[in-house]
């Protein structure tokens, strides 16, 4: 039986290194598709005006230059609308956690029509199209007088990204064992400070996670910042980066490249510092001391 067992073990182990060479081949693959768009952002952004303009282009530039960062800073104002994407972002992303936080917490715990009704809310809202909604969001706020206003950009971008947060957290603290909120009752903490001491610190990183997308999903929107701001000093990132695009829709593409590859960076760092702690003590706290 030994002998059986070892010899079919030989036989699979072929198949099982083939196997596993593939699911290396295909992650490498989705790595270099992920990968090739800002390698190649980045090499146009230092290429020089003569590099850009030849038919044959090259995978890095020739003679690497600054010009294009000092035009794009030159030509439009990149730091003041980095500053507006910042605030109307980091805003978006915190209220939506505050608000959708507790809402999770009770659509997980107590199920009932409620919780259903808000499901089917999360899935109907994520289904209307931004051209939809743009005209009575645009009426609504205009009565408010919230037009042409980063308060009333922030509010737009709460509303949408917060029902895919309450999607998220509710599966977050589901996957709380509700054993051990059960027995810290039995050892006697109130539910505000079982909710602080033993839920909070495994829901951190959900919360995390959740705050890490509403940012990025707001920091790279275009179209409600487009309609719904006017003046230039309130204009966000993203509707900046069109105006390096002439009236006959030809692109400097240098510049274009330069701000765009700028504009990518805080999402880039965003993820980089919060990956580990996404990742890491997804457990803190299971273990009752």
Not at 74 to 88: F, I, M, T
Not at 241 to 270: C, K, Q, W
């Amino acid at each position: 039986m030994t002998a059986r067992t070892a010899g079919a073990g030989a036989r699979r182990s072929p198949r099982r290194t083939a196997g596993s060479a593939g699911r290396h081949l295909a992650l490498l693959c989705y790595l270099v598709f992920l990968g090739f768009p800002l390698l190649w952002l980045l090499s146009t952004a230092f290429k020089p005006p003569g590099e850009l303009a030849t038919l044959h282009p090259t995978w890095w530039p020739e003679d690497p230059t600054l010009a294009n960062f000092r035009q794009a800073f030159d030509e439009q104002p990149l730091l003041r609308s980095a500053g507006n994407s910042l605030l109307a972002a980091t805003a978006a992303a915190v209220i939506a956690v505050v608000i959708a936080t507790p809402m999770a917490y009770v659509m997980a715990r107590h199920r009932g029509r409620l919780a259903r009704a808000a499901t089917g809310w999360v899935v109907v809202s994520q289904a209307f199209p931004f051209v939809l909604v743009i005209i009575p969001l645009f009426l609504v706020l205009k009565e408010l007088r919230l037009i042409n206003a980063l308060p009333g950009l922030i509010m737009v971008y709460v509303v949408w990204s917060l029902p895919f947060a309450l999607w998220m957290l509710t599966g977050y603290v589901r996957a709380v064992p509700r054993e051990l909120e059960e027995a810290a009752a039995v050892d006697g903490a109130g539910r505000l400070r079982t909710l602080v001491s033993v839920t909070a610190p495994l829901l951190a990183p959900g919360v995390v996670a959740t705050a890490m997308f509403a940012f990025i999903t707001a920091w790279n929107e275009f179209f409600f910042a487009l309609v719904l701001l006017k003046s230039p000093e309130k204009q966000t990132m993203p509707v900046v980066l069109t105006h390096f695009i002439g009236a006959e829709g030809v692109a400097d593409l240098g510049p274009l490249a330069a701000a765009a590859f700028l504009a990518t960076l805080p999402s880039l760092l965003v993820f980089a510092v919060i990956q580990r702690r996404i990742t890491g003590g997804m457990l803190t706290g299971a273990v009752k001391s």
